[in-house]
């Protein structure tokens, strides 16, 4: 299936994505009819017993081994494995840093095709699918539901705020589009959720990470990064002028300093995310504004 290029998306071409996904859809039909697909250790009653461990706040006081409690002289409680779904939420960044690549298309429009494809695979599972989209506008937030309406909403959120994205009327990206958005994924994936950030993750604070890095304790987190392979290098040697809505730069990239010094920087940066990802247990995978999104299209 071609990949979506230029500067901006339509509702049309996210919905389109969904023919890439008739296949598993009537594969799953007649696998899921009786039972479901993902086990998943939870706190709480279930089918199988699993093991016996201290008790932590939050945990069902009904699952309380009292004999143990009473030989060990601490509350232990037993923990179950059962089979459950895990609605999915995909969270999608529309801010102004995304509004940026230098071949075939933007790092916005990437995000928004890495959203669509995962909405309509997860949904093609038989899967309850909603999401979080935050851009220059503010955050809205599509409740995960098992019907292709709840994904054509979402994928009419992230087109309205691709579309919103403008060189003319962009602000500085704040910090705080970012805590708002997590906000909303507090009330809207408390627990038991699995979440899919799709961002550059430019304007995160640390302390925005750390918050996110948390959500992931009590789900299933996952993080794609996008960006642009100019900012990872800078240009051929010459002298370039660069252009935001604030400020006209002049920079010069023929010193080898300078290439080392950039690309350092963006090292630095995505490292730390990297970072925050391999300590908390979260998946995380780069993806350029050139790369192929087929490998999207298989069940995850």
Request: aromatic content about 8%.
């Amino acid at each position: 299936m071609a990949q979506l290029t230029g500067a901006y998306v339509t509702i049309n071409d996210l919905v389109s994505l969904t023919a890439a996904y008739g296949k598993v859809r009537k594969r799953k039909r007649k696998a899921r009819k009786l039972t479901g697909d993902r086990f998943s250790r939870q706190r709480g009653r279930g089918v199988d017993f699993e093991e016996v461990r201290l008790y932590q706040p939050g945990d069902d006081v009904r699952n309380i081994d009292w004999n143990v409690t009473a030989r060990k002289n601490e509350p232990h409680t037993k923990v179950f494995t059962e089979e459950r779904e895990k609605p999915t939420l995909v969270v999608v960044d529309q801010t102004a840093t995304m509004f940026f690549g230098s071949k075939l298309r933007l790092k916005s429009v990437v995000a928004a095709e890495i959203a669509a494809r995962l909405a309509w695979v997860t949904l093609a599972q038989h899967d309850r699918v909603g999401g979080v989209v935050f851009g220059e506008d503010g955050t809205k937030t599509t409740k995960p539901l098992r019907n292709s309406r709840s994904v054509v909403k979402l994928l009419r959120d992230i087109a309205i705020a691709n579309q919103a994205l403008r060189v003319t009327n962009l602000q500085q990206a704040k910090e705080q589009l970012w805590e708002n958005m997590i906000t909303h994924l507090q009330c809207a994936a408390p627990h038991h959720h699995r979440i899919i950030v799709i961002s550059d993750f430019k304007n995160i604070s640390q302390d925005a990470i750390q918050e996110l890095m948390h959500r992931g304790r009590h789900n299933e987190l996952q993080v794609f990064h996008v960006y642009d392979e100019l900012e990872i290098n800078l240009p051929p040697a010459n002298q370039y002028t660069v252009t935001s809505v604030a400020n006209t730069i002049e920079f010069d990239s023929t010193g080898n300093t300078t290439k080392r010094e950039y690309s350092r920087r963006y090292e630095v940066r995505v490292d730390r995310l990297k970072t925050y990802c391999v300590q908390n247990l979260v998946a995380f995978e780069s993806l350029s504004t050139t790369e192929n999104l087929d490998f999207l299209s298989l069940e995850r």
